[in-house]
């Protein structure tokens, strides 16, 4: 069993900044990517940013040029440093990884999910 926690997440003023960090846990042999997608009610997840095992990332035309994702693979750590937030930002975000076990399968797993708010 795979465990994402998600912290980070909070209010902030618009300009201002927040940093996500998502830590994986449990039955980890290996995690091809993570990343992180934000969802607004009623409608699909959209990925933020994601970073792969050979250190490559991408960010989404949304986030590019104020967030940067970064990964910490001691620690099975992702995070999301938020920067000139605006308030279309609020969302729900959510952490995602997708992490091979010692059995050789590989999963999708998805975090909890942490509240955005950017105020005007």
């Known amino acids: 069993q795979v465990q994402l926690v998600e912290s980070g997440g909070g209010l902030a003023q618009a300009g201002g900044s927040l940093r996500l960090s998502c830590a994986a846990s449990?039955?980890?042999?290996?995690?091809?990517?993570m990343g992180w997608y934000r969802q607004a009610p009623g409608k699909q997840r959209e990925l933020v940013a994601v970073?792969?095992?050979?250190?490559?990332?991408f960010v989404a035309d949304s986030a590019k040029g104020r967030f940067t994702i970064s990964r910490d693979k001691d620690k099975n750590a992702v995070y999301l440093q938020m920067n000139s937030l605006k308030p279309e930002d609020t969302l729900v975000y959510y952490c995602?990884?997708?992490?091979?076990?010692?059995?050789?399968?590989?999963?999708?797993?998805w975090g909890q999910g942490t509240q955005v708010t950017v105020s005007s």
């Open positions: 449990g039955n980890i042999f290996s995690i091809s990517r």
């Open positions: 995602y990884a997708q992490i091979m076990a010692s059995s050789g399968v590989e999963f999708q797993y």
């Open positions: 970073t792969h095992s050979d250190g490559s990332t």
